[in-house]
């Protein structure tokens, strides 16, 4: 080793170890403020570690996260049902937090996990806060996640304490000691993206008027493939039906960029493949689809939308879950 | 995969350990693996678009070197044509497509050309001017020819540079891939330091300013003079901020790795003339453009007369402004620029005369004061151009520039102004802001005055590691979340 090779290592080790003392200062006196970057994380690490048994768990990413009115669905089935969803979920957080579950709990009676949705369907680029949640799993289950996906976010987010110490300064100088989270009003949000050179609106124009082929028509790619498949089986040796469903848009937006029709067949045949019950409620013979009042933004559903489509499932599902019990 | 994301604090120093781990015959294939894996991050497939080109500069660059007269004239345009072609598909077909549907819509024709549906890959204008520096210069004999792929893939997908520049020359660059470089603890430090830097740029100002900025942009329409104008100003500081944040960070991680960059800013709003302002800012694309297409032009075989001069100016810096985007935002800009300059050079010799006369009169430092005020004003009402989404966005914010402004003297009416309601920013984070800003301009005017030596090098250990770790927390502390995109990686 070259004696400046010898001198650098040595200084950044006495340089970090000086400055994980002086974060650790700032930690003690911040710590008591932290939490993650919503409440709805807490609640779901909440139902890993505790003992918290559901007979029907709903789950997917922010489109299930905002518009199953999982209350709605125990008053009907006079059952527990639970919204596990969060933003930017993708089927392998999914079958990860499943099998997380499944050690803790008793298994439920079913599992509906959103299909269709590049977020449920896809990984990496449309995940959001999915490594909030994976970080907490074990060494194994991260380290097979890191092998499907090279996702060096979660390398880092292991690392990088400070990360949250950040979040909870903020709190800290607002004196905001509450841990509830409420949804942004995703209807007022129109900012200008400089990746695009472009305001938001005016890129969904844009995308409407030339992407026909983005990405998100694939459906399903291959390590989401091998994901479900896995979470399958996992749900058919636990005893827990696992039905998929993919839930409204708006007819205005995203049906004119995407085939939804060839997405539908693409999960419809998987669902055969693996013997799954299917149900597409993102068809234009949907009222929901056609009524704009029933969303807040161009992908998800407002409370009213959700009440609306939350009665849609438990139509289908009703039918299941009273057959079974 | 973005600078100012946690993956990079992963990739950046596993990068390192393994390059200087590797004996030096094995660090081309490591860069390049790295450089492809940071580039995939973004969109996998365009990496072949890159491949794509780096084949045909390659091979035109060894034909070009061998070949006389008319044939090797033949292989640069077939070079031009390749590079200049894929950008003009990828990035300008829509917009000209666009605009012959239009005239086609006047004349009452049939227009059956449709848009393409692409995506721009990031940084193409970034790695296709860089491309064409290395085939017109072995075609001018400055440079030979690599006949080594691995070097010369190397030189176009470099990754510190790859997506946002600073755009090099062959001669600057190409020979660093060959040279063997050792670990050196001050290359590293200095390194260290220039990205630590960048991303005080990047995500103390940059990030911040963008906030206030797409309040105030955003709700344009219903703001007054002073919000716009303060618009405007910020703007500038988030543009410079984003934009040289990621050069510093380019540099820096370039340097720990043993290479040398070429600065691409250098105290830009602190220029006295437009013409001072594009020898200070984006210097690797002002420069690209002077030596490959302004020189030639104005140094055509006629020789230089003043309209010719003219001319070429305004050809010039419209290209600059269609370099950034295929928009007519952009295009006006650099017009406005073409029209500041050549304004510029035809009165030349009268404000020459009212410059001498006011240093005659000893008020050196008021004029100086002002020269640089307007060129700072002149820029900012350019980069309304920049970041308006359209010329009637642009068009309304700048006419509105001077409304309100008779209440300016109003407490109140600033206190309206400086307001969360309308920067989307809390009175600390304002003030940490404009105090960013400040410490900005102060250590930028210390190192262009050789004062940080003094200031900073000549201090005792525990000044300047008090100094890194203050900075360190304070980014850390109050940097917005997220990893916001650079501004750059759209062109």
């Known amino acids: 080793m070259s004696p400046d090779l010898r001198k650098f290592i040595y200084t950044a080790l006495i340089f970090a170890g ?123 289950d991260q380290l097979g996640y890191f092998m499907q996906t090279f996702d060096l976010n979660l390398v880092a987010k292991k690392l990088v304490k400070f990360y949250q110490y950040r979040l909870s300064l903020r709190r800290y100088l607002n004196k905001d000691l509450t841990f509830s989270y409420k949804a942004p009003d995703r209807a007022k949000i129109d900012t200008f993206d ?98 704009p009042s029933y969303f807040y933004d161009e992908q998800h559903l407002n409370s009213d939308g959700a009440h609306a489509y939350t009665l849609q499932v438990w139509d289908e599902l009703g039918k299941i879950y009273v057959g079974n019990n | 995969m973005l600078f100012n994301s946690l993956q990079f604090l992963v990739f950046f120093p596993t990068v390192v350990a393994l390059y200087y781990v590797l004996p030096h015959r094995f660090r081309w294939l490591l860069l390049l693996v790295a450089s492809s894996y940071f580039y995939m991050v973004f969109v996998p497939k365009y990496i072949l678009v890159i491949f794509a080109l780096i084949i045909v500069d390659y091979v035109l660059g060894i034909c070009i070197e061998n070949a006389q007269g008319s044939r090797k004239k033949l292989y640069l345009v077939g070079s031009i044509c390749a590079n200049l072609g894929v950008l003009f598909v990828f990035k300008y077909f829509n917009f000209f497509n666009d605009i012959f549907a239009g005239l086609a819509g006047l004349w009452h024709l049939n227009y059956p050309v449709s848009a393409l549906t692409l995506l721009l890959p990031l940084g193409l204008s970034f790695h296709v001017f860089q491309s064409l520096s290395y085939v017109i210069e072995v075609y001018r004999g400055k440079q030979k020819a690599e006949y080594d792929l691995r070097t010369y893939a190397q030189y176009v997908m470099f990754f510190p540079q790859l997506v946002a520049g600073p755009i090099e020359r062959p001669q600057h660059l190409l020979h660093q891939f060959k040279e063997l470089h050792s670990f050196n603890y001050g290359r590293a430090v200095s390194g260290l330091r220039i990205i630590l830097w960048g991303f005080f740029k990047k995500l103390i100002i940059a990030d911040t300013a963008a906030i206030g900025v797409n309040h105030i942009f955003n709700s344009a329409y219903q703001a007054e003079g002073l919000t716009l104008i303060l618009g405007a100003v910020l703007f500038a500081y988030q543009l410079y901020g984003d934009f040289s944040g990621y050069s510093d960070i380019a540099v820096g991680s370039a340097r720990i790795l043993g290479f040398d960059l070429i600065n691409n800013f250098n105290r830009p709003y602190a220029s006295h003339s437009i013409s001072e302002f594009w020898r200070k800012w984006h210097i690797s694309l002002s420069s690209w453009l002077r030596d490959y297409l302004y020189y030639p032009m104005v140094l055509g075989s006629k020789g230089i007369t003043r309209m010719r001069l003219y001319i070429s100016i305004m050809i010039t810096f419209v290209l600059i402004g269609l370099w950034h985007g295929a928009n007519w935002t952009y295009v006006l800009m650099g017009a406005l620029h073409g029209w500041y300059l ?9 404000r020459d005369k009212v410059v001498n ?27 309304i151009l920049f970041r308006s989404p359209t010329l009637n966005d642009a068009w309304y914010y700048i006419l509105h520039l001077g409304s309100g402004l008779s209440q300016i003297y109003k407490l109140s009416y600033l206190e309206s102004i400086f307001s969360e309601q309308t920067l989307g920013l809390t009175h600390v984070k304002i003030v ?59 062109f």
């Open chain 1, 18 to 140: 000086i400055f994980f003392i002086l974060d650790g200062l700032i930690g003690i006196q911040i710590k008591p403020y932290f939490m993650a970057s919503a409440g709805d994380y807490l609640n779901i690490y909440e139902s890993l570690t505790d003992k918290n048994d559901a007979d029907i768990i709903f789950i997917g990413n922010s489109h299930t996260e905002h518009g199953l009115d999982s209350s709605l669905i125990s008053e009907m089935c006079r059952c527990q049902a639970r919204n596990l969803s969060t933003s930017g979920g993708n089927i392998i957080s999914t079958y990860y937090f499943m099998r997380e579950y499944l050690e803790k709990n008793n298994p439920p009676k079913f599992l509906v996990l959103q299909a269709g949705d590049a977020g449920t369907t896809g990984f990496q680029q449309y995940g959001v806060h999915y490594f909030l949640l994976l970080h907490k799993l074990s060494g194994a």
């Open chain 2, 342 to 350: 050549v304004f510029g050079a035809a009165s030349r010799l009268w």
């Open chain 2, 357 to 383: 006369l006011l240093k005659s009169l000893k008020l050196s430092f008021l004029v100086s004061g002002v020269q640089v005020a307007t060129t700072f004003a002149l820029v900012s009402l350019g980069w």
């Open chain 2, 432 to 490: 940490l802001l404009l105090a960013s800003i400040a410490v900005l301009e102060l250590v930028q005017y210390a190192h262009a005055h050789n004062l940080l030596d003094k200031l900073f090098f000549q201090q005792p250990h525990w000044v300047r590691w008090g100094l890194y770790y203050a900075l360190m927390f304070f980014i850390i502390y109050f940097a917005n979340s997220g990893a916001q995109p650079f501004i750059y990686f759209q």
């Open chain 1, 194 to 291: 400089p990746l695009i050179g472009q305001m938001l609106s005016e890129r969904e124009k844009t995308l409407i008027s030339t992407e026909n082929s983005r990405s998100v028509e694939i459906p399903l790619d291959s390590a989401a493939l091998s994901y479900l498949a896995k979470l399958g089986s996992l749900m058919s040796n636990r005893g827990v039906k696992l039905i998929l469903v993919t839930p409204p848009e708006p007819l205005t937006w995203l049906h004119l960029v995407k085939s939804t029709t060839a997405i539908a067949e693409a999960v419809s045949k998987e669902a055969g493949v693996l013997g799954l019950l299917y149900y597409n409620f993102d068809t234009p013979s949907n009222p929901i689809v056609n009524q």
